[in-house]
């Protein structure tokens, strides 16, 4: 209970990604630690429920403090590289010694209102970001889709999941393999900012990209090879 308590305190692995410390010096801090209930934990932090454990499952696997930094200055090195992207937000996350980054497109960039056709920035900005991500495939992608409250859950749930996708097989078009992506579609059920105004309805339609190290980094962490 406490390593989830201390990682909540970090305040943002989700709101500003613990700028206070990088990711390689935070790897040692947690790397120490294991479970799956810390994996749980970054669901839980991430999505409000557990069903959203999905995208911490690998971080649920308990590895060691200097395997923990390891990933961490992998993912440091990585972040540091995305934030050259255009339209897109960066923020690193880390639990159990294990680094994640998120990427997140604005949906009003990469769609048209009630549209899930990519536009024209839109695959530039995808394709730029398959780039980036191309010297990195020891990781998972998982592609979450957001709108805002308008309309029927039913219509956003659909909306959401066809942005998700879109986003997925674009990246997979780009070479990404798609044994490592995942997309799916979360309505308007985590919003970042209030539905009550127009700027905060424009926040909440998003697209986010969630990297995660997988198992091969894990192994190459654990026998000191990850480089």
């Known amino acids: 209970m406490k390593k989830i308590i201390a990682f ?20 040692t801090l947690f790397g120490a630690g ?41 993912m440091d090195k990585k972040a540091a590289e995305l934030e050259a992207l255009k339209a897109a937000k960066v923020e690193t996350m ?13 949906g009003g960039i990469l769609f048209a209102t009630n549209s899930s056709t990519l536009s024209a920035e ?19 992608i998982t592609i979450w889709g957001h709108t805002d409250n308008t309309g029927t859950a039913a219509v956003n749930q659909r909306i959401s999941k ?7 097989s674009y990246l997979a078009g780009c070479g990404m393999a798609k044994s490592r992506l995942v997309a799916e579609g979360k309505s308007f059920d985590l919003p970042i900012a209030s539905n009550d105004t127009a700027e905060g309805r424009a926040q909440n339609r998003r697209v986010e990209v969630y990297i995660t190290a997988n198992e091969a980094m894990i192994a190459a962490a654990e026998a000191g090879t990850l480089k």
């Open 8 to 27: 909540a305190l970090c305040g943002a692995v989700i709101l500003s990604g613990c700028s206070s410390m990088n990711n390689s010096k935070k790897g």
């Open 34 to 74: 294991g479970g799956a209930i810390a994996g749980a934990a970054l669901g839980y932090l991430i999505g409000g429920d557990l069903k959203s454990a999905a995208i911490g499952a690998t971080a649920g696997t308990a590895v060691g403090a200097t395997s923990g930094a390891l990933i961490g200055k992998k």
């Open 94 to 106: 880390e639990i159990n010694g294990l680094q994640a980054i998120r990427v997140t497109f604005d």
């Open 122 to 140: 839109a695959k530039t900005a995808l394709t730029n970001f398959a780039n980036t991500m191309a010297d990195l495939p020891e990781t998972d």
């Open 162 to 168: 066809q942005r998700a996708a879109a986003v997925e």
